[in-house]
């Protein structure tokens, strides 16, 4: 699976879009992007996932390049429950198998 | 549904002794997960199953560790001996083929302390 580069930390006001981006500059073309994140002391969650076209859904919007090696994710209007960290996750899909969890980006809400 | 179940959800134990962790998937998911949280190495995969059979195990650390599913419907994840380097926050994770999209699902996590 392809590896990602997310920036360590980020900041966004409440109710402004938070835009998470990743680099994923070695993904092939059978790999998908993936997004979960993990609220303090919880399991991660799933968010949203895409190839190449750009992805929306009820918790956020996942933007892909059009040569694939980046993308971003965007909240549209972040609250202070949005605080998380964001994993950004190349791999083989659409089937089952494992996750590989890098960093991630830790988001801080702020009022 | 009642997601991905996992228990318990905080154990203490003493060096030495054995540990089970438990896992209940989520009703008609084929895939089920075992991962660990450090600080030190994030989140990890450990193995996982499919159709109750192990798929990929090579993120066992060592022999002490060992995972069973002996129904669509249940797994245990066993420590034996425990020391404190196992202590971690475990989480189980479930996902289906049915979706097309096999995003998994996360239980709330057994937090596991060896003194």
């Known amino acids: 699976d392809a590896k990602t580069t997310q920036p360590t930390s980020m900041d966004c006001a409440e109710g402004r879009a938070a835009n998470l981006p990743c680099n994923h500059s070695?993904?092939?073309?059978?790999?998908?992007v993936y997004w979960y994140r993990q609220i303090h002391s919880q399991g991660p969650q799933y968010i949203i996932h895409?190839?190449?076209n750009n992805e929306t859904n009820e918790m956020a919007s996942l933007i892909i390049t059009e040569d694939r090696k980046s993308s971003t994710l965007i909240l549209p209007h972040a609250t202070l429950r949005d605080t998380a960290v964001y994993y950004c996750?190349?791999?083989?899909?659409?089937?089952?198998?494992?996750?590989?969890f890098g960093q991630g980006t830790e988001l801080s809400v702020k009022p | 549904d009642a997601g991905v179940i996992q228990s318990p959800r905080h154990e203490v134990t003493e060096m030495g002794q054995e540990v089970t962790l438990r896992c209940k998937p989520i009703?008609?998911?084929?895939?089920l997960f075992w991962y660990r949280q450090t600080m030190m190495r994030g989140l990890e995969l450990l193995i996982y199953f499919n159709n109750n059979v192990p798929i990929d195990d090579s993120g066992m650390p060592e022999d002490r560790f060992s995972a069973k599913m002996p129904n669509a419907s249940f797994s245990t994840l066993k420590i034996q001996p425990s020391e404190p380097r196992d202590s971690a926050v475990y989480f189980c994770?479930?996902?289906?083929?049915?979706?097309?999209?096999?995003?998994?699902?996360f239980g709330p996590g057994t937090r596991l302390t060896v003194t």
């Open positions: 994770a479930s996902s289906s083929a049915r979706t097309g999209s096999y995003e998994q699902y």
């Open positions: 996750i190349v791999r083989v899909g659409n089937q089952g198998g494992k996750l590989i």
């Open positions: 070695t993904i092939s073309g059978n790999e998908y």
């Open positions: 009703s008609g998911h084929d895939y």
């Open positions: 895409g190839l190449k």
